[in-house]
C-alpha cells in the first residue's frame, strides 16, 4: 500500500491550498483517512480525519472553520482545502489511511510566508 500527497507549496498569509492523497495497492475494505502535520522542532499532530462513508470528520482546534477534509471513495483519495492560512500552519502535511494497520504518505511541504 502507498499513499502519494500532492498540494503543497507556498502561499501568502490569507491564501489558500488544497492537498490531495492517493491510495494505491492491495486495499480490501475502505479505510479511515485522515491528515496530519508536522512543523519544524515539533511533533507530529492530527489536523482532520473522515470517517469511511465520509459523513463524519474531526478538526484540530487549530483549523477548525478554515480547513475541510473530503475523500473520493472510488478513488481512495483524500483532500484537504486550506482557506485563511497562517504562517503557523507552515509544516510538512502527511496522509494516513488506517485499515489493518496504518499507512503514511511521504509528506508535502507547505510554507506560508509573506
Known amino acids: 500500500v502507498q499513499l502519494q500527497a500532492s498540494g503543497g507549496g507556498l502561499v501568502q498569509p490569507g491564501g489558500s491550498l488544497r492537498l490531495s492523497c492517493a491510495a494505491s495497492?492491495?486495499?480490501?475494505?475502505?479505510?479511515?483517512m485522515g491528515w496530519y502535520r508536522q512543523a519544524p522542532g515539533k511533533q507530529r499532530e492530527l489536523v482532520a480525519t473522515?470517517?469511511?462513508?465520509?459523513?463524519?470528520?474531526m478538526y484540530a482546534d487549530s483549523v477548525k472553520g478554515r480547513f475541510t477534509i473530503s475523500r473520493d471513495n472510488a478513488k481512495i483519495m483524500v483532500f484537504l482545502q486550506m482557506t485563511g492560512l497562517k504562517p503557523e500552519d507552515t509544516a510538512v502535511y502527511y496522509c494516513?489511511?488506517?485499515?489493518?494497520?496504518?499507512?503514511w504518505g511521504q509528506g508535502t511541504q507547505v510554507t506560508v510566508s509573506s
Open positions: 473522515i470517517s469511511r462513508n465520509g459523513q463524519n470528520t
Open positions: 494516513t489511511m488506517v485499515t489493518s494497520s496504518q499507512y
Open positions: 495497492g492491495s486495499i480490501l475494505s475502505i479505510p479511515g
